[in-house]
């Protein structure tokens, strides 16, 4: 009964956004309302979201660490990024939608012969000043430690963009994240896990120091520089 009471909470915050979205669309501004709508869908489904740090509000990408599909909700609502996604995600339900409207930049990552095809598919979003965020792991983690962070995902920062940083971003749900860590369950069965979950939890979006990708021509170096920035602010808390 809690899951469903929360979908409807967010069904009915769709209802609410999608026409303010299209109006915005129709005029031909960029719209505001995903953004505004996923930080919701965040709140309907049981997370209070802390910020820490200041986000670079364009011409960023952003490297995150992964632990669940709420990542997507929180991230968006505090950075107004949209993400590069496998291209699975524009195939599940209700998340491939919202994924969408978020003009989401959709991969294949099982195709290495694709790098630079995606490569260029990120650099073309990235050109329009936008955030786009990315997480480094490839997949989501167990919320204990860190997968390592893989340099293929930062094709697009080689060469250096004019003016684009790189701001690693350290989700961290505290003690509740194993308990939110996506297992092998499908999308559909873990929505409503976790949705069905008691009380509310808190998650810190950390804003860590942007790293310049011109300081370094060599992809290894940068994602081990962003996966241990933030592995040292999930290990701290500060």
Known sequence: MRARRRIALIVLLLGIHLPLH????LVGRRSPWPRRFLRQVGWAAGVDVRIVGSAVRRDV???ANHLSWLDIMILAG???ARFVAKGEVARWPVLGFLAGLNRT???SRHQRHAVRAQAADIRAALAEGQP???FAEGTTGDGVGLR???ASLLAALSPPLPRVVMQPVALDYGADAPRLAWGDTGIGEEMMRVMGLPGRRT??????????????????????????QIAA?????D
């Open 148 to 150: 390592p962070f893989r």
């Open 78 to 80: 505090a950075s107004g």
């Open 203 to 228: 998650v810190v979006v950390r804003f860590l120091a942007p790293i310049d990708p011109a300081a370094s021509d060599d992809r290894k170096a940068l994602a081990l520089h962003a996966e241990r």
């Open 105 to 107: 930049v959709y991969v």
């Open 61 to 63: 990408l952003i490297v």
């Open 132 to 134: 786009v965020a990315l």
């Open 233 to 237: 602010a999930l290990a701290s808390g």
């Open 22 to 25: 299209g109006v915005w669309r």
